[in-house]
């Protein structure tokens, strides 16, 4: 598998400066951050602190609390909103599509909205779902702790299943400041994904369902005599692939993706499928509805 090290260039860190995450509806009833809001008139009023973390201004720590209590504070601002992103990517073995093209796509993905919540300033939290959460980078504030979050997501290993809501369910109890939240999957998940959702909601996430392919699952090219190999369940059939076959495969896919579409629009969340062969840049446009 190629390492995101070779792909996170600085041409591209420069390119990712023209995207921004938008979650302003979600902090309208927010708390105090770092989160340029677009409100006018209140630039310089002051409103709260929070806790220095390595990589901040250092022209905003406030020497006067530093006295005080002997621990460093930034002051915010009242324009200033502070928001969650935390990314959920599927690192189950049916996103190896043979070519490895799926997972990496993932991840690659992963940085970039990463770097553009870092940059803003945002809480990022990264969460490997496979049977189970394998993998968690948690509590990330600095855009300097980037690199970090690029060796985390090299390292993630494929698992075998796909239980997305069983991961995402264990969370239940962990306490999710209001942000918006990305699930990266093929969502060939034997558990659904709609009770996932369904929490990341009343967690006061909006919930972004990013659908990962590839060209040869959208449109198979393939025909004759195979035998299909489950990569989670190591299940077989031996099938002949014709024409009609293909076809039926085809309308079984779009009503896949009409299902989680309807599922989405009825809920208010978003919902973007993405072939593999769809340049990084333009699928995170799609993500980050721009």
Known sequence: MPKLMEVITKDFLSQLDQFAIKMESVLINGYSGARKS??????????????????????????????????LFLKLFME?????????LDNSMSMDDGEIRKIFYGKHLSAAISYIGLRNMDVVNLFACGRTINAEKKNIKSK????????????IPLDHETTLTQSIMSLKHYPMAKGI?????????????????????YKKQQVVLVQILSPEEINPSIRGNFRLIDKESGKFKEIEL?????????????EFQGKIQSFCLQRGQQYICLSTDIPILVGLKKCLGE
């Open 38 to 71: 677009r409100a006018k008139g209140m630039s310089l009023e002051f409103s709260d602190f929070r806790p220095y973390s390595l990589g901040d201004d250092l022209r905003r720590i406030d020497w006067n609390s530093y006295g005080r209590f002997d621990k």
């Open 80 to 88: 200033e909103k502070q928001g969650n992103v935390n990314i959920f």
């Open 144 to 155: 300097n702790l980037f690199f970090d979050i690029v060796k985390f997501l090299d390292e």
């Open 181 to 201: 939240s990305f699930i990266i999957s093929d969502f060939f998940s034997q558990d659904g994904y709609e009770e996932a959702v369904k929490l990341l909601q």
């Open 242 to 254: 014709t024409e009609d076959q293909i076809e039926a495969y085809k309308k079984s896919l779009k």
